[in-house]
């Protein structure tokens, strides 16, 4: 299991890094769950991440009304970092946006501008289990979408940033179902929302990829990363991990 770490700024990478992040994750946590941060900051960390770690990349929130296509596109075609050997993927979310087919509408969108770039980032469409605060599709309405879309990767995540985190939206049972979805559609999983490590030792094993970033910061989401705090979450999942190897 892969341990993914959001940073809003470059020098929030080294510390990522050293704590041993397997996924750095450009986002502005000011800015909302899938925050985008300004060109020039994205410029900046992608130059302090090595080629070989992958990139990822918070686009925002898109509905399929009006001109939600042309801003995911724009939105995919303004991800511009160097060619690299580890993958770059992209995530976008569809707060707003209830309807399965408007999602797909969007994802396929986001895909044709990927498959064109030089990059050719993995695009990553978002599910919020809070999606009444979203006013978005249910997570297995996206992850259809995704599905019909032909999406390598799926992430799990909460909308509102208010404390709650994803187990308090969801149920385990409810998550396993969508993991052995995605997971039976050859989707690389991702699961994020104000993990802390209790939640760890529920979520470690059911998703490829845990994404957190209050957890890994001094002062919360809205504080700056540091290295102590991301090895105590990576250590916590390389426990669960190796607990749930031996009862296997």
């Known amino acids: 299991m892969?341990?993914?770490?959001?940073v809003r700024a470059g020098d929030e990478v080294a510390a990522a890094l050293a704590g041993g992040a397997d996924i750095i994750d450009a986002k502005d946590p000011s800015r909302g769950s899938l925050g985008p941060v300004s060109p020039e900051v994205l410029q900046a960390i992608a130059a302090r991440v090595p080629e070989q770690v992958p990139l990822s990349v918070a686009l925002g929130d898109f509905t399929a009304p009006g001109r939600g296509r042309d801003a995911v596109r724009l939105a995919v075609a303004g991800a511009k970092v160097p060619v690299r050997r580890a993958p770059t993927y992209v995530k976008l979310g569809f707060a707003g946006e209830p309807a399965?087919?408007?999602?797909?509408?969007?994802?396929?969108?986001?895909?044709?501008?990927?498959?064109?770039?030089?990059?050719?980032?993995?695009?990553?469409?978002?599910?919020?289990?809070?999606?009444?605060?979203?006013?978005?599709?249910?997570p297995e309405d996206v992850l259809r979408a995704a599905m019909a879309a032909g999406s390598r990767a799926f992430l799990l995540d909460t909308c509102m940033k208010d404390g709650r985190g994803l187990l308090e939206w969801i149920t385990l049972d409810r998550l396993r179902r969508l993991s052995a979805d995605a997971r039976s559609a050859g989707m690389l999983l991702a699961i994020a929302g104000s993990l802390d490590l209790a939640a760890l030792d529920h979520v470690a094993g059911i998703a490829d990829v845990i994404g957190v970033r209050g957890a890994a910061c001094r002062g919360g989401r809205g504080g700056s990363v540091e290295a102590a705090l991301v090895r105590r979450v990576r250590d916590r999942l390389d426990e669960e991990l190796t607990t749930l190897s031996a009862a296997g």
């Open 2 to 6: 892969r341990l993914l770490v959001s």
């Open 100 to 138: 399965e087919a408007g999602v797909t509408c969007l994802v396929l969108a986001a895909m044709d501008v990927a498959a064109a770039m030089p990059l050719r980032p993995i695009v990553v469409p978002v599910a919020y289990a809070d999606q009444e605060n979203a006013g978005s599709a249910a």
